[in-house]
């Protein structure tokens, strides 16, 4: 099966920074989209940032000018640079896969921004 181990969430103060990774073994990684969501309890989960095959990238309103989604095909890897973090950034966050046979998920990674 397809897995995704999430690593770089943390405890954080507010202003600070958190980097998030998310490494996958499929040997097509490179064909496909990739995302980071997050989801606060009794929340929708919600986009944070995408990013496609051509490196195209969207961000949620948001996160705009603090995060920054990145993929490195060689390590079959995706990031998420968090800059600025703010106590409403404060979420599990989710590595999310996209493939024609489906979506993947990782478990998540919890970053809590807090004084």
């Known amino acids: 099966q397809v897995q995704l181990v999430e690593s770089g969430g943390g405890l954080v103060q507010p202003g600070g920074s958190l980097r998030l990774s998310c490494t996958s073994v499929l040997t097509a990684f490179r064909l496909y989209t990739l995302a980071w969501y997050r989801q606060v309890p009794g929340k929708q989960r919600e986009l944070a940032a995408l990013?496609?095959?051509?490196?195209?990238?969207m961000y949620a309103d948001s996160v705009k000018g603090r995060f920054t989604i990145s993929r490195d095909n060689g390590k079959k890897a995706i990031y998420l640079q968090m800059n600025n973090l703010k106590p409403e950034d404060t979420a599990v966050y989710y590595c999310?896969?996209?493939?024609?046979?489906?979506?993947?998920w990782g478990q998540g990674t919890q970053v809590t921004v807090s004084a």
């Open positions: 999310n896969l996209q493939t024609p046979w489906g979506d993947f």
């Open positions: 990013i496609n095959k051509t490196e195209s990238t």
